[in-house]
């Protein structure tokens, strides 16, 4: 017969110095797969700093960055990198105005354009399809995104070559990435 022997922390049976064990072992393990669960995310992105060190975005660590003359920010991607992503920003921090100013602009740049506008993590966000033209004999597809938070506008740019079935990079890139990307845009 086998005695009746619980390591449950919540067990009366179990001495108090066990408990303590069990308890302090439960908020270490928690801790230490929430730290792994933000590095396996912070390995996936680089964190990049643009518009004259103004504005820092996430960009899955994949992409290959430059920062431009004029201070936007050019990230491609994708099989040979024909996958292009601008970010610019329309810096209002010393306008007069709301300290909302962007997202009032995107707002009322979404009504005006008919679009439908996304609010989240103090950002305002609408899609803006630009359209297709040739590159060569290649087809590319042009989308616009105007993202606001407080007195600030990012135009984000992305043209991708249009394929059946979309390249995987993109197809990815339109999940979590992009989700990611716009929460992350920040102030510095």
Do not use: C, Y
């Not at 912070?42 to 643009?50: I, M, P, R, T, W």
């Amino acid at each position: 017969m086998r005695p009746n022997i619980s390591i449950e922390s919540g067990s009366p049976a179990a001495p108090t110095h066990l408990k303590r064990w069990v308890s302090n072992m439960r908020s270490t393990l928690v801790g230490v797969i929430l730290s792994a669960m933000s590095l396996t995310v912070a390995a996936n992105e680089q964190a990049v700093v643009f518009a004259g060190g103004k504005v820092e975005v996430a960009l899955p660590a994949s992409f290959k960055v430059t920062n431009r003359d004029d201070g936007s920010l050019l990230a491609t991607f994708g099989p040979g990198e024909s996958h292009r992503l601008e970010l610019t920003l329309h810096d209002h921090e010393r306008a007069a105005g709301p300290p909302d100013l962007g997202q009032q602009f995107v707002r009322a740049q979404a009504e005006k354009k008919q679009r439908r506008v996304t609010e989240g993590a103090g950002k305002s966000v609408f899609m803006d399809p630009a359209g297709d033209f040739l590159d060569g004999d290649v087809t590319m597809r042009v989308v616009h995104w105007q993202i606001g938070f407080g007195k600030s506008l990012v135009v984000m740019t992305l043209t991708a070559p249009v394929e059946q079935p979309m390249s995987r990079a993109l197809s990815e890139f339109l999940g979590k990435p992009l989700n990611v990307l716009v929460r992350s845009l920040r102030r510095v």
